[in-house]
């Protein structure tokens, strides 16, 4: 069955950073767009940035643009962020995504599969 299995969050200081990893089974990686979302407390999930299936198409939302970095590995079958220049209002758990499509799309219901989430909270 499909499996998206996250892990890499934890506490950290403001301006730190942090390499969140995805790995994925149960289904055709490659051909599949990624993504992350979070959620904060109390808040609505939010796309954080995503990915086309070879990797040169990424989109970001703008509160993460330069500082995190969204990557896939193919081979490994496996997603990443980098966050570096972690923020208090990063804190919340990053869900990793799979869409069964090319197009990148950044709606949380454009995605089919889901994993457990991480959290990441960042103390001030």
């Known amino acids: 069955q499909v499996q998206l299995v996250e892990s890499g969050g934890g506490l950290v200081q403001a301006g730190g950073s942090l390499r969140l990893s995805c790995a994925a089974s149960?289904?055709?990686?490659?051909?599949?767009?990624m993504a992350w979302f979070r959620q904060a407390p109390g808040k609505e999930r939010e796309f954080v940035a995503a990915?086309?299936?070879?990797?040169?198409?990424?989109n970001y939302a703008d509160f993460v643009k330069g500082r995190f970095t969204i990557s896939r590995d193919n081979a490994q079958k496996t997603l990443y962020l980098r966050m570096n220049n972690l923020k208090p209002e990063d804190t919340a758990v990053y869900y990793c995504?799979?869409?069964?499509?090319?197009?990148?799309?950044?709606?949380?219901?454009?995605?089919?599969?889901w994993g457990q989430g991480t959290q990441v909270t960042v103390s001030s």
């Open positions: 149960g289904f055709t990686f490659s051909t599949y767009t």
């Open positions: 995504a799979a869409r069964r499509s090319r197009a990148v799309a950044t709606t949380a219901t454009a995605y089919d599969y």
């Open positions: 990915i086309g299936v070879i990797g040169g198409s990424t």
